[in-house]
């Protein structure tokens, strides 16, 4: 089959309705009891529609797409000429989602810089580790918040097509008036100075010793950092004509 009419079918079956969690476990069967490493695995999650990004809901139309569009592993493992043709249309059209440091650390490691580059949504859930009572264990603290720094660097520069970013972040650092600027909002402003604005980014900020709105407030400043500003403000207009109607 000619190149062109191979294109054509790639872009048909990589649809952008592919939404994995990127987990790292224990594999079930080890070869020894007390083989204690790690794999990385994925589970299929319901897709965000790439147009309003609203969050998901697992209802029976999302479940309907996935048993429709599974993953087309078997198209990408039949040889090494479709294999090199399709990897980089699955990275494209998939949103990853990254729940601990250890797994975005690990998938930036063993995936390839060709592949992360081609990688358009990313959705990064993190919780912070809270304020040991002793300073003896507040070396673990800052070991968390750093390696989430230095994921969230690695992240920024190797992804450079990234178009879509949310970040769900519970926030333990204290005390702080969170503002831009504190040791907190480090890792979220790494997108804005060492990779490309993006086109959409959802920011929820989670704290609870401080009110919903002021949450809200501090999240649409860092969304408004990390998006370009056309983008930024099409959503604006958008938003206000909604709530003028």
């Given at each position: 089959?000619?190149?062109?009419?191979?294109?054509?079918?790639?872009?048909?079956?990589?649809?952008?309705?592919?939404?994995?969690?990127?987990?790292?476990?224990?594999?079930k069967?080890?070869?020894?009891?007390?083989?204690?490493?790690?794999?990385?695995?994925?589970?299929?999650?319901?897709?965000?529609?790439?147009k309003?990004?609203?969050?998901?809901?697992?209802?029976k139309?999302?479940?309907?797409?996935?048993?429709?569009?599974?993953?087309?592993?078997?198209?990408?493992?039949?040889?090494?000429?479709?294999?090199?043709?399709?990897?980089?249309?699955?990275?494209?059209?998939?949103?990853?989602?990254?729940?601990?440091?250890?797994?975005?650390?690990?998938?930036?490691?063993?995936?390839?810089?060709?592949?992360?580059?081609?990688?358009?949504?990313?959705?990064?859930?993190?919780?912070m580790?809270?304020?040991?009572?002793?300073?003896?264990?507040?070396?673990?603290?800052?070991?968390?918040?750093?390696?989430w720094?230095?994921?969230?660097?690695?992240?920024?520069?190797?992804?450079?097509?990234l178009?879509?970013?949310?970040?769900?972040?519970?926030?333990?650092?204290?005390?702080?008036?969170?503002?831009?600027?504190?040791?907190?909002?480090?890792?979220?402003?790494?997108?804005?100075?060492?990779?490309?604005?993006?086109?959409?980014?959802?920011?929820?900020?989670?704290?609870?010793?401080?009110?919903?709105?002021?949450?809200?407030?501090?999240?649409?400043?860092?969304?408004?950092?990390l998006m370009?500003?056309e983008?930024?403000q099409?959503?604006?207009?958008?938003?206000?004509?909604r709530?003028?109607?």
């Amino acid at each position: 089959v000619p190149i062109e009419i191979r294109w054509r079918i790639y872009n048909y079956i990589f649809q952008p309705t592919y939404r994995v969690a990127i987990t790292r476990q224990k594999p079930k069967w080890t070869p020894s009891p007390t083989d204690m490493r790690k794999r990385l695995y994925h589970t299929r999650l319901p897709y965000r529609n790439p147009k309003t990004q609203l969050s998901p809901h697992d209802s029976k139309y999302n479940q309907v797409i996935r048993l429709q569009n599974p993953l087309p592993i078997s198209l990408i493992f039949s040889c090494k000429a479709i294999y090199r043709e399709t990897i980089l249309h699955l990275y494209a059209n998939t949103q990853f989602v990254f729940n601990s440091t250890r797994a975005l650390d690990r998938f930036l490691h063993t995936t390839s810089a060709q592949m992360q580059e081609t990688i358009q949504h990313i959705e990064l859930n993190h919780i912070m580790y809270n304020e040991p009572r002793l300073l003896g264990f507040r070396v673990f603290k800052h070991r968390s918040d750093l390696a989430w720094y230095c994921a969230c660097e690695d992240l920024a520069v190797a992804c450079k097509s990234l178009k879509v970013l949310h970040i769900s972040m519970k926030i333990w650092d204290w005390p702080i008036h969170l503002k831009l600027g504190e040791r907190w909002s480090w890792p979220l402003l790494v997108f804005e100075r060492f990779g490309n604005k993006v086109d959409f980014a959802s920011v929820a900020l989670q704290m609870c010793k401080f009110e919903e709105e002021k949450l809200k407030e501090v999240s649409r400043e860092v969304e408004k950092r990390l998006m370009r500003s056309e983008a930024w403000q099409v959503r604006e207009d958008e938003k206000m004509a909604r709530e003028i109607n």
